[in-house]
């Protein structure tokens, strides 16, 4: 049947779907996934923007750079087991008990561990601040609440990522009321750390409810040691590729608050909040395509690839669609965003949102790498790019400061996404489609 949606559509479009039942739940899903990040992206911006102003680019640098240290720590957190899990669950609906609760073990242990390294981290880097390790031990706790997500990748395997945006969008609303009474209140810089914090405590608490809703229950989990040791045994690479990424997404802002200042923190922060808004769109589009993508591997090698190449056009195309006009607009876009105070930020956008191009190309080709078993090239694309990032960081910083780090920042990615797909071998394919894609993207 299909869904009635699908009415709504424009003649040329409904054609495509009609009788489509599984093209029906993946653009379903995608338009949930869509949804809940138009939401964020507008909510959280009105709101992030609000905070900055009210902050001032000093106390909200300190905020970035909290938030940046503790970002560097997730990949650790949630063990990479994303793409794995949600494949093992669509291959072994049987195991799924098995699955979802070894996998909430692992997290939680993981997110727990990962929590006091990051703690050590801040008072090895800041032993003389204690406002920064303050914050960081309060952000912090996000990194056990992660577990939680645990739930968010059966609803994925299931394509009904809607339950998710419930639970989510509705700790994400009840977490911005808390930030705009914080800057009514004209609340201390350490308050929205905690807002983060209980978002995240929320968040977990409505994934629990919506699975119960749906019938499920967590007490049918049970934690096998002989999985744990597999899911490890293939997760590892893409444990240290996730390191490695994130280290390579948040270490500018962690290395200007060491060579420069909060104030350099904060005004790259601004151009930085900008073009993250866009990272929704290959995460929503890969996560509702990625099963199929599997299933195409398992039926028809042609299939599988023809998938892919059509991935990477539509992922090129929306990076092509971002950044060319906020490349023309950016210095608008800042002065009606930030005002004056973080004008500065406006050349360091330029450069970022084209970094946004590569972004997408690399979450598609990740899928790609996934489902060919090659989590361990993964690691080493990524490890190039983060070399690559804190090389460029060192040489740039000093010179240009956050404009410099926004450049390192565009390069890297570049390497990681792209240019390393031609240092080896059984990635040429996959790099001539991901150049064909840049030279010609196309949106259907």
């Given amino acids: ?41 507008g909510v959280g911006l009105l709101v992030g923007i609000w905070i900055a102003r009210y902050l001032g680019p000093s106390r909200y640098g300190l905020l970035s750079y909290a938030a940046s240290l503790v970002g560097i720590f ?109 800057v009514l ?81 904060g005004i790259y922060a601004s151009a930085v909040k900008v073009a993250e808004i866009w990272f929704f769109i290959p995460t929503a589009l890969v996560t509702s395509v990625f099963p199929n993508i599997v299933k195409a591997k398992e039926s028809s090698e042609e299939e599988f690839y023809g998938r892919l190449q059509k991935l990477y056009n539509l992922l090129a195309f929306t990076g092509y669609a971002i ?17 004056d105070a973080y004008i500065a930020a406006a050349p360091m956008l330029t450069f970022l949102i084209w970094s946004d191009l590569f972004i997408n190309i690399g979450v598609a080709r990740n899928s790609y790498l996934l489902a060919m078993g090659w989590s361990w090239c993964y690691f080493w694309m990524a490890v190039s790019g983060m070399v690559i990032n804190v090389a460029l960081n060192l040489v740039l910083i000093p010179r240009y400061g956050g404009a410099g780090a926004a450049i390192a920042t565009c390069i890297s990615y570049w390497v990681a996404a792209h240019g390393a797909c031609y240092f080896y071998k059984p990635l040429h394919r996959s790099g001539g489609m991901i150049t064909r894609a840049l030279l010609c993207p196309k949106f259907w």
């Fill in 1 to 41: 049947m299909n869904q009635a949606w699908v009415s709504y559509l424009p003649g040329f479009l409904r054609k495509r779907v009609e009788g489509r039942h599984e093209l029906q739940r993946v653009l379903n899903n995608t338009g949930w996934l869509f949804g809940d990040r138009l939401l964020r992206m």
């Fill in 74 to 182: 997730t990949s650790l957190a949630i063990l990479g087991l994303e793409g794995i899990i949600v494949r093992d669950l669509v291959r072994f609906p049987d195991r799924e008990g098995e699955i979802l609760g070894t996998t909430f073990s692992l997290r939680l242990l993981a997110g727990i561990c990962s929590y006091l390294l990051v703690i050590a981290t801040v008072f090895i880097l800041r032993s003389d601040d204690s406002v920064s390790q303050m914050m960081v031990a309060v952000m912090g706790s996000v990194l056990v609440f992660n577990s939680a997500d645990t739930i968010d990748l059966w609803f994925q395997s299931k394509v009904r990522s809607k339950y998710v945006v419930y639970a989510k969008n509705g700790a994400f609303l009840l977490s911005s009321l808390l930030r705009l009474a914080l």
């Fill in 185 to 265: 209140m004209k609340a201390p810089v350490i308050a929205f750390a905690t807002a983060n914090a209980i978002e995240a405590a929320l968040g977990a608490v409505g994934l629990l409810y919506v699975y119960h809703r749906d019938g499920q229950m967590v007490r049918r989990w049970k934690t096998s040691l002989a999985l744990a040791r597999e899911l490890l045994k293939d997760s590892w690479p893409l444990v240290l590729s996730g390191v490695v990424y994130m280290i390579s997404l948040r270490i500018d802002q962690v290395m200007l608050g060491q060579m420069a200042d909060t104030h350099e923190v």
């Fill in 323 to 339: 950044a060319i006009p906020t490349t023309l607009l950016g210095g608008v876009v800042i002065h009606l965003l930030y005002g």
